[in-house]
C-alpha cells in the first residue's frame, strides 16, 4: 500500500522558517520525481517545487523562489522542503506528490499539512 505522510507544518511568525517533511513508503521512493503542491483559497493549485527522482535538479514557483528549498534523501524515502522567510500569502495546505511516467502513469498524494504564518 503506497503512503505519503507530510509533517514539520504548523505555525510561523512572518519571516521564519519550517521544514516540511514527505515519508514515502510502499513504493520505490527513488524512482520517482517529488513535487510539493499547495492550493491557497481563491487560486489555482499551484506547484511549488519539484525534484527529481535522484535529487540532482530541482525547480520552483517564481512565488517561492529564492527563499524555499527541496530536497530528499532516498535513503530514508524522505523529501524536504525547506521554507524560509514565510510570509503570510504562504498560509495554506501543502501536498506532496510522487509521479512516475512510463508505461502508465502513477501519482501518489499525501493527505496535506497546515501550514500558518501568522504574527
Known amino acids: 500500500q503506497v503512503n505519503l505522510v507530510e509533517s514539520g507544518g504548523g505555525l510561523v511568525q512572518p519571516g521564519g522558517s519550517l521544514r516540511l517533511s514527505c515519508a514515502g513508503s510502499g513504493f520505490s521512493f527513488s524512482e520517482f520525481a517529488m513535487s510539493w503542491y499547495r492550493h491557497r483559497p481563491g487560486k489555482q493549485r499551484e506547484l511549488v517545487a519539484r525534484?527529481?527522482?535522484?535529487?540532482?535538479?530541482?525547480s520552483y514557483a517564481d512565488s517561492v523562489k529564492g527563499r524555499f528549498t527541496i530536497s530528499r534523501d532516498n535513503a530514508k524515502n524522505t523529501m524536504f522542503l525547506q521554507m524560509n522567510n514565510l510570509q503570510h500569502a504562504d498560509t495554506t495546505v501543502y501536498y506532496c506528490?510522487?509521479?512516475?511516467?512510463?508505461?502508465?502513469?502513477?501519482?501518489?498524494w499525501g493527505r496535506g499539512i497546515q501550514v500558518n504564518v501568522s504574527a
Open positions: 525534484i527529481s527522482s535522484d535529487g540532482a535538479y530541482g
Open positions: 506528490k510522487a509521479s512516475r511516467y512510463l508505461q502508465r502513469d502513477e501519482e501518489y
